[in-house]
């Protein structure tokens, strides 16, 4: 399966990236993921092919991932986009420069995005988007915001023929490629695996206790409606607490930072200066019953394709947890989505919030938080420090849940104001 996966991603992009070389861990994910990207950037659609890589780029340059928009820069001329666009976003079209604020929303603070957004897009006297359009832009914008994360996640750098690839010192911050890892944390670290410690194996098996804990006092008991309330307000609360200890501001180059607007525009967390944002319930408004029939009425096939990657993501599992096997990890793969969720203020009914804190250690909150929400600034010591045990693969696997539930919550957030414009 591993060649062919290969072979397909050779004959789709022309070459074989890094991205697919740490994906391939998890083969039956990396399938998904190669149709879906081969259907957004090449199939038939709504928007040309200039103006998907062009859009490609807008979304990575917002979490400075050179590495992407490196790619999709030579995607762009290759499809035939004029390069004085890559000049900055002033010289590309207005009906483009006018998605550069809904990708900053999107990117950074999604629960912001109302009805009149979509509103000014469609109804702009010249220049507007279609439906179809606007979708087809908002389903690459989020896989680019989360690509963006996969790709700093896992210390992803630039292939061997790019700038930047295959060198021993950092490359040259003037240019598109400044990752400074190389091809995937787990190439630097095959070499020199990390010991088997008292202190690690303890993690584990600490970790396998609660789970059987918390499984036993759900057989026998189930909190109430109002107390679930409560946990997710206050883990949602708590989380906006979970920041890096390395936490410095990097102001992106210039060879990045012309493909969008308003740098300074970043991450914050919801509640913070005085802002109250109101709990967007699951049950509302969920992608299985809402978002998934909405993106696949206007871009037909797309919503299928998203939803077998959401779906494989959530479910995908080895039933391992570093050295053990036969174990059933169904309820953390849940905690780290719901959490992800519940950082973007998304609540579901059914879930007691109180499981998060059991199961996810500070270390691995940073981690999730970082890679999530500011993915520029994930490091590798970050990496390293949370579930010091487990394979290299079991991290890689980590990122894809955390690549699909941010995916998720951005897309919930424009569909959901796509939805309200239309009704």
């Known amino acids: 399966m ?6 397909d991603s050779f004959a789709t992009l022309g070459r074989l990236d890094n991205v697919t070389l740490v994906m391939v861990f998890h083969p039956q994910y990396l399938e998904s993921f190669l149709k879906t990207q081969h259907y957004l950037l090449q199939m038939d ?39 004085k666009w890559l000049n900055g976003l002033e010289n590309a079209p207005q009906k483009l420069q006018n998605l550069g604020e809904l990708n900053k929303m999107l990117a950074h603070r999604p629960w912001l995005i109302t009805k009149e957004h979509i509103e000014q897009l469609l109804k702009t006297e010249e220049n507007s988007w279609s439906l179809a359009e606007l979708i087809h832009a908002v389903v690459l914008l989020t896989h680019y915001h989360s690509l963006a994360s996969f790709t700093f ?11 930047g690839g295959h060198t021993f010192r950092p490359p040259s911050v003037s240019n598109y490629c400044i990752c400074d890892m190389t091809n995937g944390y787990h190439r630097m670290d095959d070499i020199h695996a990390s010991p088997t410690t008292t202190e690690s194996v303890c993690e584990v098996e600490a970790l396998m206790e609660k789970m059987k804990q918390l499984q036993e006092c759900r057989d026998e008991e189930e909190a109430s409606q109002e107390e679930m309330a409560t ?7 708590e989380s906006m607490f979970v920041c890096s200890s390395e936490d410095e501001e990097s102001a992106p180059t210039r060879d990045v930072s012309r493909h969008f607007e308003d740098t300074s525009y970043g ?39 998203l939803d077998e990657k959401f779906h494989i993501a959530y479910n995908l599992t080895y039933n391992t947890m570093a050295m053990h096997k036969d174990v059933d990890t169904s309820m953390l793969r849940r905690a780290i989505w719901n959490y992800i969720h519940c950082m973007f203020g998304i609540r579901y009914d059914d879930y ?10 500070r270390s691995f909150k940073v981690y999730i938080k970082t890679v999530v929400c500011t993915p ?17 693969s079991e991290k890689v696997h980590v990122n894809l849940l955390l690549v699909e539930a941010r995916m998720q919550a951005e897309l919930l957030y424009a569909l959901r104001a796509i939805t309200r414009y239309m009704t």
């Open 267 to 305: 991450y914050k967390d919801f509640s913070r200066h005085g802002m109250h944002v109101p709990t967007f319930r699951a049950q509302d408004y969920s992608w299985e019953d809402h978002g998934y029939s909405l993106v696949n009425r206007l871009y037909p096939d797309v919503g299928q394709l």
């Open 352 to 361: 007691d919030y109180g499981e998060i804190n059991q199961l996810l250690d």
């Open 153 to 163: 996640g896992c210390g992803i750098s630039p292939e061997i023929d790019c700038e």
């Open 376 to 392: 520029e600034k994930t490091t590798k010591r970050m990496y390293d420090s949370f579930w010091r045990q487990f394979e290299h």
């Open 2 to 7: 591993m060649h062919t996966l290969f072979a």
């Open 231 to 237: 946990r997710f307000e206050r883990e949602k609360r």
């Open 45 to 83: 659609g709504p928007l040309p092919l200039h103006y998907r890589h062009y859009i490609g780029i807008m979304a990575a340059a917002r979490h400075q991932c050179s590495y992407l928009v490196n790619l999709h820069v030579n995607d762009f001329l290759h499809v035939g986009g004029d390069p």
